[in-house]
């Protein structure tokens, strides 16, 4: 079984991407749906995040309020990596355990979504990359809309991950999400085939 990393920029149409390929049948993890767990409420890493940055960066009912520390850590690399060395061991174990689940059970390959694959150096333990792309005004514009920010939040949660053109040319395959669902969806597809073949 191959171990597929999935990548691409914040805002990139990684979900979308996924969910497609889980929709043909491949296996899939979330790298960000973990990281949430990793700092769940009663977590030692919810522990750990009020203790590195306050009680400041919770809700009224004691839950992490992501807009508040994301406020944080995009604006200061410090801080962001101090978040980071907090959640991403958990990350990494959940997902190698998850691909040792599977060893006996998918014949070609299985795919884990993992945003900053090149910034934690991880996309040497995986056989194939894939990386989403768009033009970067898309990205702005996505990062706008989805998380409530102004556009100078958004540049600054761009600017905080490698540049999507670093990530495509380190890439063995990228599906670009500027056009249509469905044009996303056909270039999964040959993805997908060439996998499942090679």
Sequence with gaps: MKRVALTGGIA????????????????TIDADKLARDA????????????????????DE???????????IVFQ??????????????????????????LEDKTPHFAIADIPLLFETGRHREFDIVIVTECAPSTQITRVMARDDVSEAEARARVAAQLPI??????????????????ETNRQVRRVHDVLVGG
Excluded: Y
Aim: charged share 35%.
């Design 39 to 58: 700092v769940a409420d009663g977590s030692s890493g919810l522990k750990a995040v009020i203790s590195r940055f306050g009680h400041g960066v919770l």
């Design 12 to 27: 990139t149409g990684k979900t979308h991407v996924r969910a497609e390929f889980e929709r043909l049948g491949v296996p």
């Design 165 to 182: 053109e670093e990530k495509v040319r380190r890439a063995d395959h990228v599906i670009n999400t500027d056009g249509s669902f469905d």
């Design 76 to 101: 200061d690399a410090v801080a962001r990596r101090d978040l980071e060395d907090i959640i991403h061991p958990a990350v990494r174990r959940a997902i190698d355990d998850w691909f040792a689940s």
């Design 61 to 71: 009912t004691g839950a992490l309020d992501r807009r508040k520390l994301g406020s």
